[in-house]
């Protein structure tokens, strides 16, 4: 059973800086390789959003909301999905998780959320103005 633990939120300033990161364990059944996997945030009152992906050959993929902004990439050898977020706004305010797809999965790189089998329990980042 792959589990996936986000670390990194808080709250900051408009314009100030975030760097998450997602620690992937227990996925045995993707050896030797990564789970695909993306960032997706859920803000209160509104549906959950894809923020971005990567492929299995580390092609980023963004929202247009993240595009220009926010960072994603990752570290097999720490197992380990980073989201490294800057200038950051108010709109940004949310829950944001970590989700991985099934292994082998051809879709690496998709926004469709409902793709994802395996998701992390989120980190909280709250931006104020």
């Known amino acids: 059973q792959v589990q996936l633990v986000e670390s990194g939120g808080g709250s900051v300033q408009a314009g100030g800086s975030l760097k998450l990161s997602c620690t992937i364990s227990?996925?045995?059944?993707?050896?030797?390789?990564?789970?695909?996997m993306a960032w997706f945030r859920q803000a209160p009152g509104k549906e959950r959003e894809t923020v971005a992906s990567?492929?299995?050959?580390?092609?980023?993929y963004y929202s247009d909301a993240a595009e220009g902004r926010f960072t994603i990439s990752r570290d097999g050898a720490k197992r380990e999905l980073y989201l490294e977020m800057n200038s950051l706004e108010p709109s940004d305010t949310a829950m944001y998780y970590c989700?991985?797809?099934?292994?082998?999965?051809?879709?690496?790189?998709?926004?469709?959320?409902?793709?994802?089998?395996?998701w992390g329990q989120g980190t909280q980042v709250t931006v104020s103005s």
């Open positions: 989700a991985a797809l099934p292994p082998n999965s051809d879709k690496c790189g998709t926004f469709r959320s409902e793709r994802y089998i395996y």
């Open positions: 227990e996925y045995s059944d993707y050896t030797p390789n990564m789970p695909c």
């Open positions: 990567l492929t299995r050959r580390d092609t980023p």
